[in-house]
Structure formats: C-alpha cells, structure tokens
T-cell receptor, first 110, second 115 residues
Framework: NAGVTQTPKFQVLKTGQSMTLQCAQD?????MSWYRQDPGMGLRLIHY???????DQGEVPNGYNVSRSTTEDFPLRLLSAAPSQTSVYFC?????????FGPGTRLTVL | GQQLNQSPQSMFIQEGEDVSMNCTSS?????WLWYKQDPGEGPVLLIA?????ELTSNGRLTAQFGITRKDSFLNISASIPSDVGIYFC???????????????FGTGTRLTVIP
C-alpha cells in the first residue's frame, strides 16, 4: 500500500513551459485535492475532485487545470508556467475527514 | 478566500516544557483539524475536532474546538525533541458546486525544541 505518490519530486521550468504534476493513490478514496504551499501562507487549495469525472475549483485555481478520469489518478496541469507558480505542490486523498498527503513536488519557474 | 490566523508564528522551547498554539478565523467551520509537517514531507493529521466545545486528546496532545466554531487551540505537554516541526491548524467548510468539505489551512507554527 503506497498511499499517495507524487512525481516528480523536483522540477525546474522556464516561463511559458507546460507540465503535468502526477498524483496517484491506491486507497480507493473518492476525494482528492491539490494544494500549493508558499512560505508564510500555509497550504492553499487549488482544485479538488469528489470522484472520477467530477472536479471543482478551490481557492487559487487560476493557471491550473485538472482532470479525474480514474479514481486512482488526479494530475495537475500547468499550461503556461509563470514565476508566481514557484511553490511546493501537495496532492492529498481523503477518507472520513482524514487527509493523506503525498510527499510534495517542489517546482521552480524561472 | 478563508483566512485562518495562527499564532505564534514560531516557538523555541526547552525539552520538557508545555506548548500552546491557537488558531482564529472570521469564518465558522464544521470541523477543526491539527496537522504536523516534518521537513520535506506532507502534513500528517494529529487531531480532528467535530463539535463546538469538544476537547480531544491524543497522547501528549490536547486540542479544543471553540464554542463559537471560529477558533481552536492545540497544547503539547512535556515536549520532546521529535516534536520539532511545523504545526498547522485547518478548518473544514463546504465549498463549490459539488458541496464537498474542503480544508483551509492556517499559516503554521514552527516549533523548535532545545534538548
């Protein structure tokens, strides 16, 4: 049981590049979410999904897209990276009010 | 967005001392949770509180859900070196068209324990 896995662990992008942050969970949880963590600001919700085929926006969705084609996977896409998206990104899956977080992806946009 | 004010921002304490941190918000939350984050890892849930006024313990940790549902505190008794880390409060609220419960995090309290 791997829990929540995220890849890559580190990534450096140039402004305007696109990329997808991968997130997978093997706990069969319906609810998954993406957060970004910036210094002094705690974690902020980007997008979330309550099940396959259903996604919705969180607090800070601009510049990010998500999809949920399977229960296991919840990728986060940056279509045109900007320096303001430099952050640590955490994926989480939830069951019975308990969130299980992945190890994070540290993204730097130059 | 929802704003949770967490204090203090950082604490330096001697091993064996007790620690107290709190979180306040202008919003009413359904649930309050406390997380701990170690360097390079995601947050891990410590305690969840579901009812206004609820006081819950988990080992040396005690947390309370405020009566107004707008605040919570976390106490750690007899601190040990492995308590070092960043502690986050989080409030849970229904959000969006799906009506799902989502979490809003405080800014964190960085705890350093001096042996």
């Amino acid at each position: 049981n791997a829990g929540v896995t995220q890849t890559p662990k580190f990534q450096v992008l140039k402004t305007g590049q696109s990329m997808t942050l991968q997130c997978a969970q093997d706990m069969n949880h319906e609810y998954m979410s993406w957060y970004r963590q910036d210094p002094g600001m705690g974690l902020r919700l980007i997008h979330y999904s309550v099940g396959a085929g259903i996604t919705d926006q969180g607090e800070v969705p601009n510049g990010y897209n998500v999809s949920r084609s399977t229960t296991e996977d919840f990728p986060l896409r940056l279509l045109s990276a900007a320096p303001s998206q430099t952050s640590v990104y955490f994926c989480a899956s939830t069951r019975n009010n308990e969130q299980f977080f992945g190890p994070g992806t540290r993204l730097t946009v130059l | 967005g929802q704003q949770l004010n967490q204090s203090p921002q950082s604490m330096f304490i001697q091993e064996g001392e007790d620690v107290s941190m709190n979180c306040t918000s202008s919003s009413i939350f359904n649930t309050w949770l406390w997380y701990k984050q170690d360097p390079g890892e995601g947050p891990v849930l410590l305690i969840a509180l579901y009812k206004a006024g609820e006081l819950t313990s988990n080992g040396r940790l005690t947390a309370q859900f405020g009566i107004t549902r707008k605040d919570s505190f976390l106490n750690i008794s007899a601190s040990i070196p492995s308590d070092v880390g960043i502690y986050f409060c989080a409030g849970q609220l229904r959000l969006g068209e799906t009506g799902a419960n989502n979490l809003f995090f405080g800014t964190g309290t960085r705890l350093t324990v001096i042996p």
